[in-house]
């Protein structure tokens, strides 16, 4: 079973950064697009960022673009999430995704899900 466990997440000023991190279980790491989405009350889940497998090609959301950065480490199966410039409106619970779709841009994209991480954002 593929799991997914995300860390980092926690209350930040407006302005600041934060980085989350993501490990996952699953060996076959790299056969998995892989996606940041988040939830906030209310709303549908939505995708922020999706990375391909490799990391060769990465599809940001239009308000995070300069702001926020994914990565990804194969060789430690981890996924992260550099959020700089934080606004109030990112505040939601952050979810890491392993996806069968080469880009994932959808939650329906995705097949494993971690248990998400809140994140605050003060003004």
């Known amino acids: 079973q593929v799991r997914l466990e995300e860390s980092g997440g926690g209350l930040v000023q407006a302005g600041a950064s934060l980085r989350l991190s993501c490990a996952i279980s699953?060996?076959?790491?790299?056969?998995?697009?892989m996606g940041w989405f988040r939830q906030s009350p209310g709303k549908a889940r939505e995708v922020v960022v999706g990375?391909?497998?490799?990391?060769?090609?990465?599809y940001y959301a239009d308000f995070v673009k300069g702001r926020f950065t994914i990565s990804r480490d194969n060789a430690k199966n981890k996924l992260f999430l550099q959020m700089n410039n934080q606004k109030p409106e990112d505040a939601a619970v952050y979810y890491c995704?392993?996806?069968?779709?080469?880009?994932?841009?959808?939650?329906?994209?995705?097949?494993?899900w971690g248990q998400g991480k809140q994140v605050t954002v003060s003004t």
């Open positions: 699953e060996r076959t790491y790299t056969r998995f697009g």
């Open positions: 990375i391909t497998k490799i990391g060769a090609g990465v």
């Open positions: 995704a392993a996806c069968e779709a080469l880009l994932p841009q959808r939650p329906d994209e995705c097949d494993y």
